[in-house]
């Protein structure tokens, strides 16, 4: 995708369409959101506030400059010149006909719509289009500006270019479309959700088990294995050393048991509906539905950024998409090293960043400026390498898990084996935060002993510090 702004259409702005709006705005797109509903802009600023808290902070980088929001009055305005359109209005299929007719009557002929739907085939939806090989569905999970899959599926007769465009386009906000190889009601994932929702009704039905102790059930249990390995990658392991085809041969009679009341559903009668209800109320009624999404999005940013580290599941998936992100630049005649947001792991008890994650800043601003003097992922892996032999870091104010804090680097020393750097980090009003100083030594990997780096790096080294001599030095005082 190049660097220049592009413009979604969002149709619908509720719960789903909200944060299909936030997921485009804070990759750096133009969003058009049209909601007839008189309360969509608070709606929508709500969703976009707490957007804007979690999803940067699963990244070691800043996200592009955020798009604009312009909520329009017409459908035909939303759509006109945008390059990807998102249908997320209620799950009405004559009120889905009548938007996309509207649609067509003023999008670009090949730009893919996409809808939200959870129930409705792209055959269903399509009925009556002009060019109904355009539309499919893509159906993402809640929140979309957090969790990453979307299930496309594209309908018979499909134009195989525009889902391909669709798919790019979401691939590059950090979404991962699977593609459903058929039409089937509900796609793929909530019919598992389904079943597993039919069984809890049944156990609160029947006195077996309360709201809160069936979630406890899941969240306490196979919820962690599923997030990060799904279904059969968990059943395999569970096979032990002989795999998935011990673990069927083992636990597959059970599947003929009367374990399960999963084709039968019962009754929602008014005193079931009441019964949970109030079981839900219990529960959770104690914090609001935005204290219920604040929490739920904190937890899923320290699960997705610990996934991240271990290069697996979504984790896997939020990586790749950093590295499709813009790298810090040069800010003047200083570097700025580091443009992120602090994650809600970082903080400690007392709900500011504990001290040694500004050590990990420091670490991270010295290897930008490593990367800059061609001390390189490239160049490690030919068996040199800077180590850091002495620091120092001052801390001058609290810094806050969702704050915004950057860098800039200045060489102090580059000479001979010497690389010194001296870091000032600061939010976004300019407040100083904290300083840092790094004395590193060039290392031969293979002897692990100093030696002198190769002439290409210490050419850069120099020329960088002959820079940076002639601008304002540190204080004594911040200096070791």
């Known amino acids: 995708m190049s660097s220049a702004k592009k413009t979604a259409a969002i149709i619908g702005g509720g719960v789903i369409g909200g944060a299909w709006a936030a997921r485009f705005l804070l990759n750096g797109w133009d969003v058009r959101l049209f909601d007839p509903d008189p309360e969509a802009e608070r709606k929508m600023s709500e969703v976009l506030g707490n957007a804007r808290h979690a999803l940067p902070m699963l990244y070691e980088i800043a996200l592009p400059e955020e798009g604009t929001l312009t909520h329009v009055a017409t459908i035909s305005e939303a759509v006109a010149g945008a390059v990807y359109i998102q249908e997320s209005v209620p799950e009405r299929l004559d009120l889905k006909h009548k938007v996309f007719a509207k649609i ?22 399509s009925e009556g289009a002009k060019h109904p090989g355009r539309i499919f569905v893509a159906h993402p999970f809640n929140p979309v500006y957090l969790l990453p899959l979307i299930e496309v599926v594209p309908g018979p007769g499909a134009d195989e270019a525009a889902v391909g465009a669709a798919e790019a386009i979401l691939k590059s906000v950090g979404l991962y479309p699977l593609r459903v190889r058929a ?25 077996v088990a309360t709201t809160e102790e069936i979630d406890n059930a ?34 597959g009679p059970a599947l003929k048991w009367p374990w399960t009341k999963l084709m039968d559903v019962p009754e929602l009668t008014d005193d079931l509906i009441k019964q949970i209800a109030d079981q839900s109320d219990t529960q959770s009624g104690a914090l609001t539905i935005r204290e219920l999404e604040r929490l739920r999005d904190n937890n ?34 200083l570097v700025r090293t580091i443009d992120r947001t602090v994650p809600v792991d970082w903080t400690d008890y007392n709900g500011h960043m504990n001290e040694s994650r500004y050590g990990q800043v420091f670490s991270d601003a010295a290897d930008a400026m490593m990367r800059l003097v061609g001390a390189d992922p490239a160049y490690i892996e030919s068996g040199k ?28 020393e580059g000479k001979g084996k010497k690389y010194r750097v001296f870091h000032r980090m600061k939010n976004e ?17 293979t002897t692990r002993r100093s030696s002198v780096p190769d002439d290409a790096v210490l050419q850069k080294v120099e020329a960088l510090a002959a820079a940076h001599a002639v601008l304002p030095q540190p204080d004594e005082r911040e200096l070791l």
């Open 385 to 412: 390498s800077y180590f850091t032999v002495d620091s120092r870091i001052r801390y001058l104010n609290e810094t806050l898990a969702g704050q915004r804090i950057l860098v800039d680097s200045q060489v102090l």
């Open 218 to 251: 899941i969240r306490y249990g196979f919820g962690l294995r599923w997030a990060q390995m799904g279904l059969f990658e968990t059943y395999r392991i569970a096979g032990g050393e002989a795999g998935m085809a011990h673990f069927i041969a083992q636990f």
């Open 183 to 207: 039409e089937i009601d509900a796609h793929i994932a909530d019919r598992f959700l389904e079943a597993v929702w039919r069984e809890a009704l049944w156990l609160v039905k029947d006195g």
């Open 429 to 445: 009003a300019g407040e100083e935060l904290a300083t840092g100083e790094q004395l590193m030594i060039h290392v031969d990997l």
């Open 104 to 125: 067509e009557a003023s999008a670009a002929m090949k730009t893919p719509v996409g809808s939200s739907t959870s129930g409705f085939k792209p055959s269903e939806l």
């Open 300 to 333: 899923l940013v320290a699960m997705m950024r610990a996934l991240k580290q271990q290069g697996a599941a979504a984790g896997k998936l939020i990586a790749e998409h950093e590295e499709t992100l813009a790298r810090p630049a040069a800010e003047g005649a």
